[in-house]
Nanobody, 122 residues
């Protein structure tokens, strides 16, 4: 499966942004999907994931209650709705797909798209 993230940009603190991840080659309905992010000088970290079988969602504590992951299997697209953004949300955001993993360590995800930059200004 090939993944392409989009929707990044510059947003003010407290604002909202929606990221999209479009899949091609295989249907996203067959994969667990997740968003990760990587700020400069930091390791890639898990943001949120959604399971392929029952749609269960999982979030990092740092974004719980502010970010929402969702999927549209008909459009083969996964979304990350980011609300009440903070300066520390500034990072390159990546979408990932895997048949087994749905959260946690980035090393366990086999399929990755190019990232999209999100910058939160104060």
């Amino acid at each position: 499966v090939q993944l392409q993230a989009s929707g990044g940009g510059l947003v003010q603190t407290g604002g909202s942004l929606r990221l999209s991840c479009a899949a091609s080659g295989r249907s996203v309905s067959l994969y667990n999907m997740a968003w990760f992010r990587q700020a400069s000088t930091k390791e890639r970290e898990f943001v949120g994931g959604i399971a392929w079988n029952d749609g269960s969602t999982y979030y990092a504590d740092s974004v719980k209650g502010r970010f929402t992951i969702s999927r549209d299997n008909d459009k083969d697209t996964v979304y990350l709705q980011m609300n009440s953004v903070k300066h520390e949300d500034t990072a390159v955001y990546y979408c990932a797909a895997d048949r087994m993993s749905v959260r946690g360590n980035a090393a366990t995800f086999r399929n990755w798209g190019r990232g999209t930059q999100v910058t939160v200004s104060s």
